[in-house]
């Protein structure tokens, strides 16, 4: 599900390009998860999902689904985890830090390239 027409070529945006969206997309996912499983306060809501957007816990969610990647799906990853992102990491090391811009390098690409089950495949282990 795309909500733009607007054609895009995920082969040819740079990896950091397909972090940004994917960003918003596993973010999405976790908060989506976060609301399906109680109603809350929103402060609440906020505290838990920072636990699990982190670049700790993305690198523990590439470890939960790496084996289950494809070839192509781990060239993405690839990609996002070897850019060079200019920035010093303050919470996580610079390895975790670049593990999660490639988990959401990938989640970036399956979106662009309308993989929505997918997406909530891989989503599913690793919210388990």
Same mark, same amino acid.
């Given at each position: 599900?795309?909500f &733009?027409?607007?054609e895009?070529?995920?082969?040819?945006?740079?990896?950091? =390009?397909?972090?940004?969206?994917? $960003?918003?997309?596993?973010?999405?996912? @976790? #908060? !989506?998860?976060? @609301?399906?499983?109680? =109603?809350?306060?929103? =402060?609440?809501?906020?505290?838990? %999902? +920072?636990?699990? +957007? %982190?670049?700790? *816990?993305?690198?523990a969610?590439?470890?939960? &689904?790496? $084996?289950?990647?494809? !070839?192509?799906?781990?060239? @993405?990853?690839?990609?996002? #985890?070897?850019?060079?992102?200019? /920035? %010093?990491?303050?919470?996580a090391? !610079?390895?975790e830090? /670049?593990? *999660?811009?490639? +988990?959401?390098?990938?989640?970036?690409?399956?979106?662009?390239?309308?993989?929505? $089950? #997918?997406?909530? !495949?891989?989503?599913? +282990? &690793? =919210? %388990?």
């Amino acid at each position: 599900m795309r909500f &733009i027409d607007k054609e895009i070529n995920p082969k040819q945006l740079s990896p950091l =390009n397909l972090a940004f969206i994917g $960003d918003c997309i596993y973010e999405i996912l @976790v #908060r !989506e998860s976060l @609301v399906a499983d109680a =109603n809350r306060p929103v =402060n609440d809501l906020h505290r838990e %999902s +920072v636990k699990f +957007v %982190s670049a700790k *816990a993305q690198t523990a969610a590439y470890d939960k &689904i790496k $084996d289950m990647l494809t !070839e192509e799906e781990t060239a @993405v990853f690839k990609r996002g #985890r070897n850019a060079k992102t200019g /920035h %010093s990491p303050k919470s996580a090391s !610079e390895g975790e830090y /670049h593990c *999660a811009t490639g +988990v959401e390098a990938l989640f970036g690409y399956l979106y662009l390239t309308e993989q929505t $089950d #997918r997406i909530r !495949e891989l989503f599913a +282990v &690793i =919210n %388990s």
